[in-house]
């Protein structure tokens, strides 16, 4: 009766968790894309835009676009167009039902693994409702922080039963049989899924030393325990070599992109002071969640009253944590998951130009309410008064957590709303400017644009991106000499940029200096392979350029194929480039069949511009002539 009671708790806990979680996220149903990284993630992305495929499934595990290798979060997106189509709305309902089935696995496995339902069920409730986790599920290019937890809490659960087979047969090592030998397995593929769906999780193995001490009980924070904690520390060798593979993997391409080129601007000095005061900040917005952004400007300076207090509170815990580690162990368990979590992202090893972030909080804080959680029961259960107010307090707590996320998930809503939330609650904010400043400029409003942009290389001018967006709106403006010397500038600042390269390809076509144009359309294509607008734009000026030096027949063919294999002939634009090139090669007849056939395409997509264009050319292909552009 006992068990069927609790079973009966443990299901309404999960349908009371499933219902609230997705009301406090209701305004996603309604979110856009947004012009931060969701345009590479999923909207101008040819790659994810055409579902999965062979050739998708290898440029998945191949790339490193945007600056990291997460072959898994590719696969995802392609998996989501592929059954939806390109809309926001269903990436938008991934994330979400990966939030919730992340909050229900962690609910699983700390009741598995304690036995203390009301316990686990308040830090579920935590992690589900709290408003720093908005932005991981909101934002449909986070889908790797969402994934990445799934994979996370899989390994955790397969773990503790790896765990619990030893105490069957009654020991902490010896393995007998092959039901522990398949818990580990399964523990070790999803984290190697989760690797491959956000690196960050490369602190799993010592999350797991951590749970050997509590809840698993696998060994004491005591003097004597060396030789248990050698033989822990052994188990998880395996953990540890995929690991580095990866960080291998993902420092090589960050570093070839030029992601890490920020690490220049903020000396170590500076970097290290900012991982002190993160680590607090961190901690403050855990406890009052108020003006979040999802940017936070980087520090030109951290001044040392900041840093010492930052410093104290963080060494006051670690030492509480500490002397309580015999009675307590949850809470030196979950301060150190926490401080351990965010090493790969607190800054010393400096990625991207942000001072902290939201989104990398979305599994540190598990361990900070763990911690919270049963520190307050323990206190509660020895001081009976306490009880009613604290739970009368727990409960209320849900509702306030959920409209806090409710409102903090409206912000998300759109490009603009976004930009002009983060410029509300920050100062300084190169990011927001430019977030905002790409609104405008979708929008055709080229002159705020621009203004925007200037601002943001006015606050930061070593930073590249502004420059790379003002040459952007500049080239809109049709200035290209304008827009040469700011994406020179952002070349300077940052040479592998992929993006840099090709628009400073496109300023010089502008300009009509082909030789240049085909010298960094080479250098963008060798950055990223097949990105299809550098292979269509190459093709298209090696079979028009005026100058008869620079074409190149064959080439052209080459590249233009390649374009429209990639985008599986779709693209009426990189038929109506294939047929020139054929036309070029001198192979007139290839070149009308495909200029017919790209008509018919712009026809069908009702781009009667592109069909008007490639009906021209036709005539002229007809002739056995090809088409050149006038000098």
């Known amino acids: 009766m006992k068990v069927a009671s609790q079973t009966r708790r443990l299901i309404l806990a999960c349908a009371l968790l499933v219902v609230v979680t997705i009301a406090a996220y209701w305004p996603v149903f309604k979110c856009q894309f947004v012009n931060v990284d969701d345009p590479g993630y999923v909207q101008a992305n040819e790659r994810v835009l055409h579902g999965l495929s062979w050739e998708g499934l290898r440029w998945a595990f191949s790339t490193g676009f945007l600056g990291n290798w997460h072959p898994l979060t590719w696969l995802s997106h392609m998996l989501i167009v592929q059954w939806f189509g390109p809309q926001p709305l269903p990436h938008h309902i991934a994330n979400l039902a990966l939030h919730v089935i992340n909050s229900l696995l962690l609910l699983a496995f700390l009741y598995r693994t304690t036995g203390a339902l009301a316990r686990s069920t308040a830090v579920a409730f935590l992690f589900a409702l709290h408003p720093l986790h908005v932005e991981s599920v909101a934002w449909v290019s986070e889908r790797k922080d969402v994934l990445s937890g799934l994979f996370f809490f899989l390994t955790l659960l397969a773990y503790g039963q790896y765990v619990e087979e030893f105490k069957v047969q009654g020991s902490k090592f010896k ?85 890490m080129g920020s690490a220049g601007l903020f000396p170590l000095q500076l970097r290290a002071m900012n991982a002190i005061a993160s680590y607090a900040k961190y901690f403050e917005k855990t406890v009052w969640p108020a003006n979040l952004a999802f940017f936070y400007p980087y520090p030109r300076s951290v001044s040392a009253g ?24 949850y809470l030196a368990v979950g301060w150190l998951w926490y401080l351990g979590m965010l090493i790969p992202v607190i800054g010393l090893v400096k990625v991207g130009s942000e001072a902290m972030a939201d989104r990398y909080m979305y599994l540190p804080s598990v361990g900070l309410f763990m911690a919270l959680v049963w520190g307050v029961a323990d206190v509660v259960r020895e001081r009976v008064a306490w009880r009613m107010p604290v739970l009368v307090a727990g409960i209320m707590l849900v509702p306030v957590m959920a409209i806090a996320t409710y409102c903090d998930s409206l912000v998300w809503h759109d490009t603009e709303t976004l930009g002009r939330h983060a410029l509300e609650v920050t100062t300084d904010n190169v990011a927001a400017q430019i977030c905002l400043g790409g609104s405008l400029l979708e929008r055709g409003k080229l002159d705020e644009a621009t203004a925007h942009f200037e601002e943001a290389t006015r606050i930061a001018p070593g930073y590249s991106k502004g420059w790379l967006y003002l ?35 496109q300023a010089y076509q502008s300009n009509g200096d082909a030789v240049p144009a085909i010298q960094y359309y080479r250098r963008s294509n060798d950055l990223e392979k097949d990105r299809l607008l550098v292979l269509n734009n190459l093709a298209w000026l090696l079979a028009t350029a005026a100058d008869p030096a620079v074409r190149n027949g064959t080439e052209a063919v080459q590249l233009a194929e ?46 009667t511009e592109v069909a008007a264009r490639n009906e021209e050319l036709l005539e002229l292909y007809k002739a056995g002539r090809a088409y050149h552009e006038k000098p």
């Open 471 to 505: 040459g952007q709106a500049q080239l809109r403006l049709r200035e290209p000499g304008a827009a040469l010397d700011s994406l020179k500038t952002a070349e300077r600042l940052n040479p592998n940029g992929v993006d840099t390269c090709f628009y400073l390809a």
């Open 175 to 259: 393995v007998q049989g092959s039901r522990p030998k398949v818990f580990y397995g399964l523990a070790l593929f999803a984290f190697g899924l989760g690797l491959m769906s956000k690196p960050m999780l490369v602190t799993v193995p010592f999350v797991l030393l951590l749970l050997d001490v509590w809840p698993l009980g696998r060994i004491a924070l005591v003097a004597g325990g060396l030789t248990t904690l050698k033989r822990l520390i052994i188990e998880k060798l395996p953990l540890v070599g995929i690991a580095a593979v990866v960080c291998a993997v993902t420092f090589s391409i960050q570093d070839r992109i030029g992601a």
């Open 562 to 607: 390649r374009a429209c294999e990639l985008s599986h002939y779709k693209k009426a634009i990189f038929m109506g480039t294939l047929a020139a090139a054929y036309a070029e090669a001198g192979k007139f007849d290839l070149a009308a069949a495909m200029a017919e056939r790209a008509r018919a395409r712009a026809l069908e997509n009702g781009n």
């Open 306 to 329: 900041l840093f010492v207090l930052a410093l104290v509170i963080l060494a006051a815990i670690s030492y509480l944590a500490f002397k309580c580690r015999r009675r307590l162990p």
